[in-house]
């Protein structure tokens, strides 16, 4: 099993519509969450990070984290063709470890 | 400089060669991260450092893999007798690294490395 894992897509949402995407970790021990977002040939950039179970919120995005379910999720409302990357999950365990990355979910905007 | 900065941004190198790959951290930032990213996963960590100290170096595959942060500012990846294998994007991420919270990791525009 990967210590973190999403469905590598690709998910396929109309303009406008939510798109949610998944991830799931293996180490109860995490402490730290984050989303990238990867264009195609692009380096990973940060959109969100998430420390607390519940919801948090930027613009058009929005983090879920449920520890005891092991789960983070990332909803991206209203979604825009520019929204079309894949979408990386990662978890660290504490300041200044290794982030571990999922494989990414690939979704694609369709106008 | 605003951000992480890496070159060269691609490399080409004959199997055999050593390559030398460079990531300049956003200034202040105490912890470094290389990763090793194939086309279509997610990025692999490779090593960490903190400050001048490498942490952790569990994920470099080979011994023909050594990075350095000498003065803990620059850091340096060093491949040696590259391999086809090797060829794949190199990114390097800085942090500042303060307590449980504030971990976000910043990436550079990587090293597109082709091994020939």
């Known amino acids: 099993q990967k210590e973190v894992e999403q469905n590598s897509g690709p998910l396929s949402v109309p303009e406008g519509a939510i798109a949610s995407l998944n991830c799931t970790y293996s180490d109860r021990v995490s402490q730290s969450f984050f989303w990238y977002r990867q264009y195609s040939g692009k380096s990973p950039e940060l959109i969100m990070s998430i420390y607390s179970n519940g919801d948090k919120e930027d613009g058009r995005f929005t983090a879920q984290l449920n520890k005891a379910s092991q789960y983070v999720s990332l909803l991206i409302r209203d979604s825009q063709p520019s929204d079309s990357a894949t979408y990386l999950c990662?978890?660290?365990?504490?300041?200044?470890?290794?982030?571990?990355f999922g494989g990414g979910t690939r979704v694609l905007v369709k106008p | 400089g605003a951000g992480v900065s890496q070159s060269p941004r691609y490399k080409v190198a004959k199997r055999g060669q050593d390559v030398a790959l460079r990531c300049d951290p956003i200034s202040g930032h105490v912890s470094l991260f290389w990763y090793q990213q194939a086309l279509g996963q997610g990025p692999e960590f490779l090593t960490y450092f903190q400050n001048e100290a490498q942490l952790d170096k569990s994920g470099l595959p080979s011994d023909r893999f050594f990075a350095e942060r000498p003065e803990g500012s620059v850091s340096t990846l060093k491949i040696q007798r590259t391999q086809q294998e090797d060829s794949a994007v190199y990114l390097c991420?800085?942090?500042?690294?303060?307590?449980?919270?504030?971990?976000?990791?910043?990436f550079g525009q990587g090293t597109r490395l082709t091994v020939v």
């Open positions: 990662a978890v660290n365990k504490a300041a200044g470890n290794k982030l571990t």
């Open positions: 991420a800085s942090s500042l690294y303060q307590g449980t919270f504030n971990t976000e990791a910043f």
